[in-house]
């Protein structure tokens, strides 16, 4: 069950009202009235509480669900333990996070600007926004409607920030524009100087960086992620990108929309990303590549050329899937001789 310590709680449902909400078809005649109070996992599931069974490789599973309620498919339908009211779904994760957001609700701060907040006289913040203790919010930004600012994160000069966003706790932006709808999590570092420098008569000059970093809307940052500011030109993310925590954009980078970038990827300078690019965890790509749209990069792969829009690479340096796996069938025969 989900702890209401830390979660609204809308109230209970009933099964007819999942159904409609879930899109779902209710396929245990007379169960439309019974309620359902609560969401939990397969196993734990109980009185009252409703549950998602989704996996075929746990068919077995279901013939234990003690739940009131299951979503499931039509396939898995028939292993689901008797007594349990059913609902099929065509895509029961779809279903369970609508449920999730139709039962469920973040507690977010009221509206108003703490006591210990320091706000500069030239900023603007629009209506509905919330500024936690010791936030900082430099002169000239401007911030949105229905913006939360957590406490001590830091808004440098000029920013601009839009609707609806969120930034976390110990969160740097700066040199930035950013759209709506974007959350960027506690103690991410947004617009900081990029690693460029200058070796000149044996001492490593820093080059002054000119660019911003714009962001586009419905964006989510990660924790403890940083995204450089461009030398001269912008560094650019597209509106709807995923990056994860701990991760480095660098300065110049231009990712499309949709992006799905994973912890610990590193992105050297100057890199264009077309849309709804995937890289998995620990992936590394060297300086002026480019990836195209729709490209997926397995997990620690580390990236020396240019990707094709919709190809799978994997391994160091990265090739193509069916290569990689060539790879790895000739060493493992090989290795036995």
């Not at 077995?60 to 003690?66: N, P, T």
């Not at 992936?283 to 020396?304: C, E, I, K």
């Amino acid at each position: 069950m989900v702890d209401t310590r830390f979660f609204i709680h809308n109230g209970a449902l009933s099964v007819s009202q999942i159904a409609e909400i879930c899109d779902a078809e209710l396929q245990t005649i007379g169960a439309e009235n019974v309620s359902i109070s609560d969401i939990n996992t397969l196993s734990a599931a109980g009185d009252h509480e409703i549950c998602f069974f989704y996996d075929r490789k746990k068919k077995a599973q279901g013939a234990e669900i003690k739940a009131t309620a299951c979503i499931t498919t039509a396939e898995l339908a028939p292993f689901v333990a008797d007594g349990v009211v059913i609902l099929t779904a065509a895509d029961p994760k779809l279903a369970a996070l609508k449920l999730k957001e139709a039962m469920y609700a973040e507690k977010r701060p009221s509206a108003g600007i703490a006591s210990t907040a320091k706000i500069h006289p030239t900023a603007s913040l629009g209506e509905g926004c919330s500024v936690a203790d010791y936030a900082v919010i430099g002169a000239n930004v401007k911030i949105g409607k229905n913006t939360v600012v957590e406490p001590f994160a830091i808004v440098g000069d000029g920013c601009v920030i839009g609707d609806n966003c969120r930034l976390g706790a110990h969160s740097y932006i700066a040199y930035t524009i950013m759209g709506n709808n974007c959350y960027i999590y506690n103690g991410a570092r947004i617009g900081q100087d990029g690693f460029g420098f200058e070796t000149i008569n044996g001492v490593h000059k820093r080059i002054l960086q000119l660019g911003r970093v714009i962001m586009g809307n419905d964006i989510e940052i990660g924790s403890c992620s940083c995204i450089d500011r461009g030398a001269l030109g912008d560094t650019v993310i597209g509106d709807g990108c995923r990056v994860d925590n701990l991760v480095q954009i660098a300065h110049n980078d231009k990712l499309g929309r949709g992006c799905v970038i994973v912890s610990q990827t590193g992105i050297a300078g100057s890199c264009t990303f077309g849309d709804y690019v995937v890289c998995g965890g620990q992936t590394g790509f060297a300086d002026h590549l480019t990836v195209g749209s729709g490209a997926q990069v397995a997990a620690q792969s580390g990236v020396m050329r240019d990707i094709e829009a919709g190809s799978v690479v994997m391994g160091a340096p990265a090739v193509p899937f069916k290569d990689f796996m060539r790879q790895v069938s000739f060493l493992q025969k090989n290795s036995k001789k």
